[in-house]
């Protein structure tokens, strides 16, 4: 029979212990993750202030329009146009105006509201005065 060797499991070289490459390879891929965080971070706000940057635009833009809207349904300005283009037109008379009351109308629903069944639904009524006309 072969003898056998007494120094068979004594190994020559340098021995790294599993539990420390297991702690380090857990680091490396908590650091590359907080990295890749980090620029998604980054890259988003950069997007938030190029959108805040327009939204402030578009907010300038709109109140100009709405300022140069609220001018040109000014009176004085309707009745220059009016001029301007030739078309002869004169304010009502009292009685041609008509009064539209509150119908119980929601701005974004258009179906009336019921109040009570007995009452009819009134979607405009005439309000004319008997002053002095």
């Known amino acids: 029979m072969a003898r056998r ?3 068979r499991k004594k190994i020559d070289g340098f021995v790294f212990p599993t539990p420390v490459a297991g702690l380090i390879i857990l680091g490396a891929i908590v650091g590359i993750a907080y990295l890749w ?3 998604c971070a980054e890259a988003l ?4 202030k190029e959108l805040e940057v327009e939204q402030a ?3 300038k833009r709109f109140q100009n329009e709405q300022y140069k809207w609220t001018r040109l349904k000014a009176p004085r300005n309707i ?3 009016l001029a301007k283009y030739g078309i002869a037109m004169v304010w009502p008379r009292r009685d ?3 009064w539209l009351a509150d119908a119980g109308l929601n701005e ?3 179906a009336p509201r019921r109040s009570g069944a007995a ?3 009134r979607y405009a009524r005439v309000r004319r005065s008997e002053q002095h006309e």
């Not at 706000?45 to 938030?48: A, E, L, S, V």
Request: glycine content about 12%; charged content about 30%; aromatic content about 4%.
């Open 5 to 7: 060797k007494k120094n």
């Open 37 to 39: 965080l980090g620029s």
């Open 45 to 48: 706000g950069g997007q938030i």
């Open 57 to 59: 635009k578009l907010q």
């Open 79 to 81: 009745e220059e146009s």
């Open 96 to 98: 041609q105006v008509v």
């Open 108 to 110: 974004f629903d258009p």
């Open 119 to 121: 009452q009819p639904e």
